[in-house]
């Protein structure tokens, strides 16, 4: 008898938690309250996979950084007040975890289930043939000054010994691996490149995941908002929708930041809170810039990502509670931060830009909630800003607990993934 599995959330999470469970003989319904696939935080994000950004947010000396962020609509780390106070007991655990030994367990971690997670995912695109532009042309790292070069290769250093493959570039070197580069006012003193890392269009996957997990007799159930879960003795019983109650042998939450209210209803604690980001699409970029390596610009936090005749620009922290509306002005923020990497950004028509935010589902650790929360309730949450690098893992891990009991990095740094039921 087949185990029958709702998964709630079609985003990254849940398609690939769908996929793995499929593949592993199970009956998996797939619940999400958006008209398709992908269209959350899943939808319009950086476009790069990883591992060598490992590394979470809250590095030390972070604290000065937030204190100077809170009300500051220039900075790329914006804290607003309104965030209060849900954000205090967040917050207060966000720079516990910044201690150098803190900081350093959480990027190992992050690196290890990065790791794992990508080569899942290069699996999943050769047994689906998925197409979603992806290129495994590296990432880079390119700093504006020395200091924080120097503190970048010590992190980089660190991970080495995990086994990230990394180069050490100096301005020149930078310049010779992208020359585009050359062309932008920015100043930038070095870099690092990331050769073992990939990039893609998130939202291109799920849909190519959604319509494949259809031919492999996945169930999806979209426009269905779940608002609780039906509790019998300590087992769910089923999903309470707005469409009428959805039963199963096993549920798995992988509704992003909207997993919290889902857990809270149960007297659960998760640990997440909702961080905007937000993302400027320029369509037929070829005419603007010959940018082919992804790169992120470590002075304001810019990401850079050509996705086919696509040019995605990414960015920002915004702690501003569940409010996912695009504010304009941060949007032109991205666009002139960009426009110093990339000449030609500047002036140009609106018709050529989408905009997009959305709430990354931030932990204190950086490191997401990936486990068993009841007999019979597994929770995929809280991947940050890594969602689209830990996707194809995450999914792996929580398909072989409902299968197996275990996961595969049972006995790694990432023991601690497999949590029992309270």
């Known amino acids: 008898m087949s185990t029958n599995v709702v998964i709630i959330g079609a985003g990254l999470m849940g398609l690939t938690t769908a996929y793995w469970l499929n593949a592993a003989g199970a009956s998996v319904h797939v619940v999400d309250s958006a008209p398709g696939p992908g269209l959350g935080v899943s939808f319009a994000n950086g476009g790069m996979l990883t591992p060598s950004q490992a590394n979470p947010w809250n590095a030390p000396g972070i604290a000065n950084y937030a204190l100077r962020s ?22 207060i655990d966000f720079l516990m975890n910044s201690r150098q030994s803190s900081y350093r367990r959480n990027a190992r971690r992050n690196f290890a289930l990065g790791s794992y997670s990508l080569a899942r995912h290069r699996e999943i695109l050769a047994a689906t043939e998925i197409e979603c532009g992806q290129a495994r042309s590296g990432t880079l790292q ?24 990394y180069q050490r570039l100096d301005r020149a070197g930078l310049l010779a691996r992208e020359p585009a580069l050359a062309l932008g006012r920015s100043e930038h003193v070095g870099g690092l490149f990331f050769p073992e890392d990939d990039s893609g269009d998130a939202y291109r996957f799920c849909v190519g995941m959604a319509d494949y997990l259809v031919r492999a007799g ?39 930041s909207r997993s919290s209210t889902l857990l809270h209803q149960l007297g659960i604690k998760s640990a997440i809170y909702p961080v905007k980001g937000y993302s400027a699409t320029i369509r037929g970029f070829g005419d603007v810039t010959d940018l082919r390596i992804p790169l992120v610009d470590m002075h304001r936090k810019v990401a850079i990502t050509p996705l086919g005749d696509a040019l995605r620009i990414a960015g920002t922290a915004e702690f501003t509670g569940m409010d996912e509306s695009i504010d304009a002005a941060r949007v032109a923020m991205l666009l002139r931060d ?58 792996r891990i929580i398909s072989d607990l409902v299968m197996h009991g275990r996961h595969e990095l049972a006995g790694h740094e990432l023991a601690s993934l497999a949590i029992s039921a309270p």
Do not use: K
């Open 338 to 395: 960009a426009a110093e990497i990339v000449p030609g950004l500047e002036g140009l028509a609106p018709d050529r830009i989408t905009s997009w935010a959305g709430l990354r589902p931030v932990t204190p650790t950086g490191f997401p909630l990936l486990g068993r929360r009841g007999r019979n309730l597994f929770l995929n949450a809280g991947h940050g800003p890594l969602g689209w690098t830990f996707a194809a893992g995450s999914g």
């Open 70 to 91: 809170i009300g500051a609509e220039d900075s790329p780390f914006l804290i607003r007040w309104a965030a209060f106070p849900r954000l205090l007991r967040w917050g």
């Open 142 to 165: 390119v700093f504006r000054d020395l200091p924080a070069l120097e503190n970048a290769f010590a992190i980089a250093d660190f991970l080495s010994r995990d086994g990230l493959v």
């Open 218 to 256: 996945v169930i999806f159930s979209y426009r269905t908002s779940v608002n609780s879960l039906e509790m019998r003795g300590r087992r769910i019983r089923a999903a309470r929708s707005d469409n009428g109650p959805i039963a199963a042998d096993v549920f798995v939450i992988a509704a992003a």
